[in-house]
């Protein structure tokens, strides 16, 4: 299999403060993984694709400074929303691609961040 | 850009009636296509995928062909059950090797399936 974890599944927030969010490769090594945002019945909108290694490429229009990204390792890649608002309330999904794949992404089930 | 558009939701049907769900897209190149399903409380698996026009995918009763000349990559399945209740996305991926868009998926809105028994 290719599982993909995400920790945690669900938090709560103040204003101000900054949450972190880790996506793990459980059973594979992934070279490239994806951060996504998913607001109510919308669509997965990709922020930012991270390298292993490398710096992060962000989508046009997602503010680098305010969701940091981290992909220290071929198993972890981590968000922090920095100094959150209750408009960075979203659901965060991160997707992983195993070496040697092309397409393929395996995502994460997802994290539910609510700022008060 | 990319795009992918799909037919809005939710669908509701009975057990063993025939499924389809539309979705066109707009590609530069020549993209590869997916359907993505989401179960209750879990993250999104790949249901099926096409890699190049004309051909078809099918996973779990699934299926769907990749048209170039309508650009579409609908999803059927002839015969649904309950356990197929779920949001579905259809995507696609497009750029060469390398290229800024190498391995990115752009996805429809999704469609909410629920079947009833």
């Known amino acids: 299999g290719a599982v993909v974890s995400q920790h945690p599944s669900r938090v709560i927030c103040k204003s101000g403060t900054s949450v972190k969010i880790e996506c793990r490769s459980l059973?594979?090594?992934?070279?490239?993984m994806f951060w996504y945002r998913q607001f109510p019945k919308q669509s997965l909108m990709l922020m930012a694709t991270?390298?292993?290694?490398?710096?992060?490429?962000?989508e046009q229009g997602v503010e680098k400074d305010k969701f940091l990204i981290n992909h220290a390792s071929l198993t972890l890649s981590t968000l922090t929303v920095t100094s959150a608002h209750p408009e960075d309330s979203s659901f965060y999904i991160c997707s992983a691609r195993r070496r040697g794949e092309v397409y393929e992404q395996y995502f994460g089930p997802g994290t539910r961040l609510t700022v008060t | 850009g990319n795009s992918v558009t799909q037919m809005e939701g939710p669908v509701t049907l009975s057990e063993e009636a025939f499924l389809t769900i539309n979705c066109t897209y707009t590609a530069t190149g020549y993209p590869s296509l997916f359907w993505y399903v989401q179960y209750p409380g879990e993250g999104l698996q790949l249901l099926l995928k096409a890699t190049k026009a004309d051909d078809k995918g099918s996973n779990k009763g699934f299926e769907a062909t990749y048209r170039k000349e309508t650009t579409s990559f609908h999803l059927e399945k002839g015969s649904v059950q309950v356990s197929d209740s779920a949001v579905y996305f259809c995507?696609?991926?497009?750029?060469?090797?390398?290229?800024?868009?190498?391995?990115?998926?752009?996805f429809g809105q999704g469609t909410i399936l629920t079947v009833h028994p």
């Open positions: 995507a696609l991926s497009a750029g060469g090797a390398g290229g800024t868009s190498y391995g990115k998926l752009t």
């Open positions: 991270s390298n292993e290694g490398s710096k992060a490429t962000y």
């Open positions: 059973d594979f090594q992934a070279t490239t």
